[in-house]
């Protein structure tokens, strides 16, 4: 099987960064997350394409096939997925054993298939969003070198693709495994986010020196729960002020009404923002119909309207329930594609 490649030179090369994609995408989905990921330009990045057409994009094996078309398609792009990362530290005088492997969902089954198979050498760690390990692979596996292998295990609590429980027990087994595991989990979907990535980039920083991160999964699911459903606390016209005009971060503030339904169907966007911008950005709500003074102040006529405000003033607002990224988009906040 040959693959389209391209290939991001760093300026500091050392090691390689092969990024494979998931299932509809390409190669420069990941290759748009690199200005977060690899700011300092540390790594030889190989982005495959994989050799199947899927709706807008690409695919390394047929999800809709039956389990006997899809087992051979799997171990079919693992073994030239394979080929390409020896292929690559030969002709860029890379250690193999130097490299950090990580794909996105259908792409992060494939890469850590790649890191556990048997006889070949394993990557120096494994970045996993939003993916999970096929379970035909449970007897294939060689774990005899668990422990010189971290895996950072990233997932969107409201994924509905892959269920956050399957992201859950892939973190639980490979610590069974002896694996070191550090688990993420963000309130999000299918997705990254740029939380996530700043969390990826700190893991490939700890890797690239040496370490190998493991932090308890069952602690960090325990904390994930405890932080899931976070209320976005009200403000008033009497705290208004103090809350959101004399705030030293910027405020997000979600105008809202009972009895509208497209405030219900933004509100846990709201939620998620509030949850993954904690420290940057304050999140709060109003409820028009008991605070009329505020709505009339800022001339809100039409809700939700989420408005965002800095330095005690309205500084941009966005109408409407709308996804997440449009919405921060809306809001002048950096958005990861």
Same mark, same amino acid.
């Given at each position: 099987?040959?693959?389209?490649?391209?290939?991001?030179?760093?300026?500091?090369?050392?090691?390689?960064?092969?990024?494979?994609?998931?299932?509809?995408?390409?190669?420069?989905?990941?290759?748009?997350?690199?200005?977060?990921?690899?700011?300092?330009?540390?790594?030889?990045?190989?982005?495959?394409?994989?050799?199947?057409?899927?709706?807008?994009?690409?695919?390394?094996?047929?999800?809709?096939?039956?389990?006997?078309?899809?087992?051979?398609?799997?171990?079919?792009?693992? +073994? %030239?997925?394979?080929? @390409?990362?020896?292929?690559? &530290?030969? #002709?860029?005088?890379?250690?193999?054993?130097? !490299?950090? $492997?990580?794909?996105?969902?259908?792409?992060?089954?494939?890469?850590?298939?790649?890191?556990?198979?048997?006889?070949?050498?394993?990557?120096?760690?494994?970045?996993?969003?939003?993916?999970?390990?096929?379970?035909?692979?449970?007897?294939?596996?060689?774990?005899?070198?668990?422990?010189?292998?971290?895996?950072?295990?990233?997932?969107?609590?409201?994924?509905?693709?892959?269920?956050?429980?399957?992201?859950?027990?892939?973190?639980?087994?490979?610590?069974?495994?002896?694996?070191?595991?550090?688990?993420?989990?963000?309130?999000?979907?299918?997705?990254?986010?740029?939380?996530?990535?700043? +969390? %990826?980039?700190?893991? @490939?920083?700890?890797?690239? &020196?040496? #370490?190998?991160?493991?932090?308890?999964?069952? !602690?960090? $699911?325990?904390?994930?729960?405890?932080?899931?459903?976070?209320?976005?606390?009200?403000?008033?016209?009497?705290?208004?002020?103090?809350?959101?005009?004399?705030?030293?971060?910027?405020?997000?503030?979600?105008?809202?009404?009972?009895?509208?339904?497209?405030?219900?169907?933004?509100?846990?966007?709201?939620?998620?923002?509030?949850?993954?911008?904690?420290?940057?950005?304050?999140?709060?709500?109003?409820?028009?119909?008991?605070?009329?003074?505020?709505?009339?102040?800022?001339?809100?006529?039409?809700?939700?309207?989420?408005?965002?405000?800095?330095?005690?003033?309205?500084?941009?607002?966005?109408?409407?329930?709308?996804?997440?990224?449009?919405?921060? &988009?809306?809001?002048?906040?950096?958005?990861?594609?």
């Amino acid at each position: 099987m040959e693959l389209v490649t391209n290939v991001v030179h760093g300026d500091g090369r050392d090691r390689i960064l092969l990024l494979v994609h998931g299932y509809g995408a390409n190669e420069q989905d990941l290759a748009g997350l690199l200005p977060y990921l690899d700011p300092d330009s540390r790594f030889l990045v190989v982005l495959p394409r994989g050799p199947l057409a899927a709706g807008p994009g690409f695919a390394w094996y047929d999800v809709t096939g039956n389990r006997e078309q899809i087992v051979p398609a799997f171990h079919e792009a693992l +073994d %030239a997925l394979d080929e @390409l990362l020896d292929a690559s &530290a030969a #002709e860029h005088g890379l250690a193999r054993e130097d !490299a950090i $492997v990580g794909g996105f969902s259908q792409g992060a089954g494939l890469m850590l298939a790649l890191a556990f198979r048997s006889g070949v050498t394993r990557p120096k760690g494994v970045l996993t969003m939003s993916g999970l390990l096929p379970d035909f692979l449970e007897d294939e596996l060689d774990w005899g070198a668990a422990a010189e292998v971290p895996v950072l295990v990233q997932h969107g609590a409201q994924d509905p693709m892959i269920p956050v429980a399957r992201a859950r027990a892939l973190a639980e087994s490979l610590e069974e495994h002896g694996v070191p595991v550090t688990y993420r989990e963000y309130p999000m979907g299918h997705q990254v986010a740029l939380e996530s990535v700043e +969390d %990826a980039k700190a893991w @490939l920083g700890r890797v690239v &020196a040496g #370490e190998r991160p493991h932090e308890d999964v069952g !602690a960090a $699911v325990e904390r994930a729960d405890e932080e899931e459903g976070g209320q976005v606390p009200a403000v008033t016209t009497a705290t208004f002020e103090a809350e959101v005009l004399r705030s030293d971060v910027p405020v997000v503030v979600d105008f809202w009404a009972p009895w509208c339904a497209p405030c219900r169907q933004v509100s846990p966007i709201v939620e998620q923002i509030a949850a993954m911008r904690e420290g940057s950005y304050k999140v709060v709500k109003v409820n028009i119909d008991e605070e009329p003074q505020l709505a009339q102040q800022f001339q809100v006529q039409s809700i939700p309207m989420i408005g965002l405000f800095r330095n005690g003033r309205l500084e941009r607002a966005s109408l409407g329930a709308k996804p997440r990224p449009q919405l921060e &988009a809306d809001l002048g906040m950096l958005v990861i594609p």
